[in-house]
């Protein structure tokens, strides 16, 4: 099933808000989060991904710093019912799955793209990744997007119920 | 009746319907996972590897022994096999995947109590869900005294996990199995043993000697499938009262030679008594920046392109990392002796006064000593595209077996345009090899090349007598042959004996009934 949310109403009903309005109470209102979390790494394109998510959702931040990977395991102490999201490189998305896994969650990627990636690109990732992770929470597929040739290293946009 | 993925080779889907539902008495609802959602994370590997051929039927996550014993009832009675996890982080060797298709995952985690630590004796026992975070954390709570001797991946995985697959640490305990003492395993029929003096009610000795009486077993239930191991005896070592890293760099690729030579005798010696690393430029390198931003080429990265990042990073071809424990005057003594010995070799010696706030050495610093560190995770940032193998040849530590091994490699890697990113570690007499085969997933291509390399890899190492001391789940089965006809009947007899049905890990090291 396609889904073709604005941005606003689509970030919105990631973070539940207006969701029970538009939805049948089913298993997956057991997914609505309470809270949103972005990881995101200072000076990273995963940054600016945080700075679009922010414009319209209420979120709170994990903080990486550049090749110091263990801030990624506080994701085991996020309340139950989470959303995470993030635009990330390839090891932290290793660490991320690992962690998310202990959670017996599971870590949807939305795209993968060259880290060359413009910031208007960025800003349209943010957006497909809160619609995927709604229209996940209301049962739907959506379809991932992939660069057809990566040049340089690649960042991964996710998004993961927990 | 449930409409189940992938159903266990011979068995019906009512059978397994009836057999989820057995199940689901013993560790509840929420602890049996059969949907395609639920199982999503047991099939992520990374390996260049079809994830169908090791897709699970299903998952159980008991929380004692007693449910082990129960599931491997169920499991006896309708002939399900089940492949036990500890936490399942066994990233470049298969993770939490099975060596075949249609295994229920036995997922340990919930069973993650630290039984008990002995501050005086420097010992613990754990089951199969402790992590290395939690069994530190534990300590420091405490106030106990004791390192631990964690792998790379450090806080994510299971220090029984670990030493059940003879993984290694860093410290002078690096070698996990060869530290374990005393284990408890849940055997096919639903007995438990316990190894070593466990066996015997009341002994106060488990923990501390290995050997009890008769056979001695423990090996047997290591990258073995012939039981489910649910505790483990550790010993821990007491913290030194000081501690010195240092690196040596060699400039150039052909110095491995060199550099195995002088770190032999001081390792044996245990002047340097810890498992030393010997990590190629490209694994230094490779977890600090990405491939693009040096080479973009075809094929494997070029030698130019490896010496502009060695000279941005300060890196040699070869970083012996090293540590020195003890008292600060044996520590002076040792540190004189390691000086003199590598002085004239061409090599350049480092410690903390030269390489102050160094992120690398300050990662491999903190591995020496115990300490959580998930730096290595930056070599996916590599090349991208998540995949990774690791092969792992042994050979002696000479530096003869050192540079061939190495020149081997890199022929092949060549071959099919993969870079040599490696790191040798060595144990006491040998030398680990670690090869990280880095691949893009994400390409059918690029994957299927991957295969077909780590396949080359292996034929040709073993041709020369170079075995495998660890695989994935992919390659056990090839892995088992290069060690001949005979070790494979002694395996698979052992197997019928203990585990008529097969119901245990069949195919882990390539052992089936």
């Known amino acids: 099933m396609s889904m073709d949310f604005s941005r606003r109403q689509s970030l919105k009903l990631a973070a539940g808000a207006g969701l029970l309005a538009v939805m049948p109470l089913s298993s997956a209102t057991a997914l609505v989060p309470e809270h949103v979390y972005v990881v995101t790494r200072e000076g990273s394109a995963g940054a600016d991904f945080e700075q679009y998510t922010k414009e319209s959702l209420e979120i709170s931040s994990i903080r990486i710093e550049r090749n110091n990977y263990d801030s990624i395991l506080t994701i085991a102490n996020l309340p139950k019912g989470s959303l995470l999201l993030g635009l990330v490189s390839e090891a932290e998305k290793v660490l991320i799955d690992a962690a998310v896994y202990d959670r017996r969650g599971f870590v949807h990627m939305t795209a993968r793209k060259d880290a060359s990636i413009s910031g208007a690109r960025i800003g349209e990732l943010a957006d497909l990744t809160a619609q995927a992770a709604s229209a996940r929470s209301q049962g739907m597929a959506f379809e991932k997007a992939h660069d057809p040739e990566i040049t340089k290293a690649s960042l991964i946009s996710f998004y993961a119920y927990l | ?513």
């Open chain 2, 1 to 513: 009746m449930a409409d189940f993925n992938v159903l266990p080779d011979g068995v019906s889907a009512e059978q397994f319907g009836n057999a989820i539902e057995e199940y689901a008495a013993i560790v509840g609802d929420e602890n049996v996972f059969v949907s395609a959602d639920n199982l999503a994370s047991y099939n992520k590997i990374m390996i260049p590897a079809d994830n169908a051929d090791h897709a699970p039927s299903g998952a159980l996550a008991p929380a004692s022994v007693e449910e082990v014993q129960a599931i491997i009832g169920v499991c006896d009675k309708y002939t399900i096999p089940v492949w036990p996890v500890s936490t399942g982080k066994n990233f470049g060797y298969g993770s939490a995947a099975a060596a075949t298709r249609g295994q229920v995952i036995l997922d340990l985690r919930r069973m993650n109590k630290i039984i008990e630590v002995d501050a005086e004796l420097g010992t613990a026992l754990v089951e199969p869900g402790v992590t290395y975070q939690q069994l530190k954390d534990y300590l420091e709570e405490n106030n106990i005294p004791l390192w631990l001797s964690p792998p790379a991946p450090s806080s994510l995985v299971s220090p029984l996990g670990n030493a059940v697959d003879r993984g290694v640490g860093y410290t002078p305990y690096g070698d996990n199995f060869f530290f374990s003492c005393g284990m408890e395993v849940v055997l096919a029929n639903g007995e438990v043993l316990r190894t070593g003096m466990g066996s015997m009610p009341n002994s106060t000795s488990w923990q501390v000697f290995k050997w009890g009486y008769g056979p001695s077993l423990d090996g047997i239930f290591t990258q073995s499938n012939y039981g489910v191991v649910t505790k483990l005896g550790m010993w821990l070592m007491p913290q030194p009262p000081a501690f010195k890293a240092f690196v040596i760099r060699y400039p150039d690729d052909a110095d491995i030679e060199k550099a195995i030579e002088t770190i032999r005798p001081l390792r044996i010696a245990q002047i340097i008594p810890n498992a030393v690393v010997i990590a190629h430029a490209l694994w230094e390198g490779g977890a600090e920046v990405v491939r693009s931003d040096y080479y973009q080429g075809e094929g494997s990265i070029s030698d130019e392109a490896v010496e502009r990042m060695k000279s941005d990073l300060g890196m040699g071809a070869w970083n012996i990392y090293a540590g020195l424990y003890g008292t600060p005057e044996q520590i002076a003594l040792n540190w004189d002796i390691v000086r003199n010995t590598f002085a004239g070799t061409g090599a350049i010696i480092q410690d903390e006064n030269d390489l102050a706030g160094n992120p690398t050495f300050d990662y491999r610093a903190k591995l020496m000593r115990g300490e959580m560190t998930l730096k290595e995770f930056g070599l996916y940032n590599w090349r991208g595209g998540g995949g990774s193998a690791w092969f792992a040849p042994v050979a002696q530590a000479r530096g003869s077996e050192g540079l061939a091994q190495m020149e081997l490699a890199k022929e092949i890697l060549g071959k099919y345009g993969f870079d040599y990113v490696a790191e040798y570690i060595v144990g006491w007499r040998e030398g680990h090899h670690i090869i990280d085969l880095l691949f893009d997933k994400t390409n059918a291509e690029e994957t299927e090349r991957a295969n077909q390399c780590f396949d080359e890899l292996l034929r040709e190492f073993s041709e020369r007598g170079w075995g495998s001391y660890r695989t994935n789940i992919a390659f056990m089965d090839k892995v088992a042959n290069t060690f001949g006809p005979v070790k494979r009947d002694v395996d698979q007899k052992i197997k019928r004996a203990l585990d008529p049905k097969g119901i245990i890990a069949p195919g882990k090291s390539g052992i089936y009934i």
